[in-house]
Nanobody, 115 residues
Framework: VQLVESGGGLVQPGGSLRLACVTS????????MSWYRQAPGKEREVVAT????????YYADAVKGRFTISRDNAKNTLYLQMNGLRPEDTAMYYC?????????WGLGAQVTVSP
């Protein structure tokens, strides 16, 4: 199982970024996927989740209305479109899949929001 995030970077407040998570080694189209983030000194927290068929999504209150999770099952890729970024969104962002009673994580993509 491999998950590789990309698309992070430095952006000014109000800006946008799009994260991608390319996956391999498992049946992507059959699994619910999630984005998490962890800021320095804080616990890792869920940002958004999407079911295998994209029918149902969940967002943390802190990002609702600003972030959009999506997926392309043909490309085995998960996305997170982040608009209206704020300094408090600064964190390492991870994609995650839970299967066979185990969490699988990528190495993360750093997002820094600063003037």
């Amino acid at each position: 199982v491999q998950l590789v995030e990309s698309g992070g970077g430095l952006v000014q407040p109000g800006g946008s970024l799009r994260l991608a998570c390319v996956t391999s080694g498992f049946i992507f189209s059959g699994n619910t996927m999630s984005w998490y983030r962890q800021a320095p000194g804080k616990e890792r927290e869920v940002v958004a989740t999407i079911t295998s068929d994209s029918f149902t999504t969940y967002y943390a209150d802190a990002v609702k209305g600003r972030f959009t999770i999506s997926r392309d099952n043909a490309k085995n890729t998960l996305y997170l479109q982040m608009n209206g970024l704020r300094p408090e969104d600064t964190a390492m962002y991870y994609c995650k899949v839970f299967m066979r009673q185990h969490d699988y994580w990528g190495l993360g993509a750093q997002v820094t929001v600063s003037p």
